[in-house]
């Protein structure tokens, strides 16, 4: 399968979607119990039915029940939200994206996280060359 955008979800859709990655994979009764004001089971049932129709998720039964995992790698979807996030709010730059990553969490981050940072952009820049 290829990469798909999760911009084409709706908000409620994205919540599951972000559920059953952070779970890794969940039946509808996890997906509610974790959603933020849930709706009944039938309408969350309905909406896992729905991601695996647009083949975001597939499933296994066990027992009784389904068990919902993600189609796509969480890797290859964060590529994918990443690559969709710069080219819609950084016209596509790279340099954009990381200056306001680097000016939002500045504060936040360790020496030890920028020096990371720095020997990814010099091997980089080796790559490159």
Known sequence: MTAKSHAHLSRRERQIMDIIYRLGQAT???????????PS??????????????SYLRHEQEGMKYIF????????ARQSALKQL??????GSTEQAVAAMLDMSRA???DE??????????QAKKEGR
Request: aromatic share 6%; proline share 6%; glycine share 0%.
């Open 86 to 91: 710069v080219q819609t709010f950084f016209d």
């Open 41 to 54: 089971y039938s309408a969350v049932r309905a909406m896992l039915r729905l991601l695996e129709e647009k």
């Open 69 to 76: 995992l993600p189609t796509l790698s969480r890797e290859k």
């Open 28 to 38: 509808a009764v996890e997906v509610m119990e974790n959603l933020p004001d849930p």
């Open 108 to 110: 936040k981050m360790s």
């Open 113 to 122: 996280e920028l020096n990371r940072l720095s020997e990814m952009i010099e």
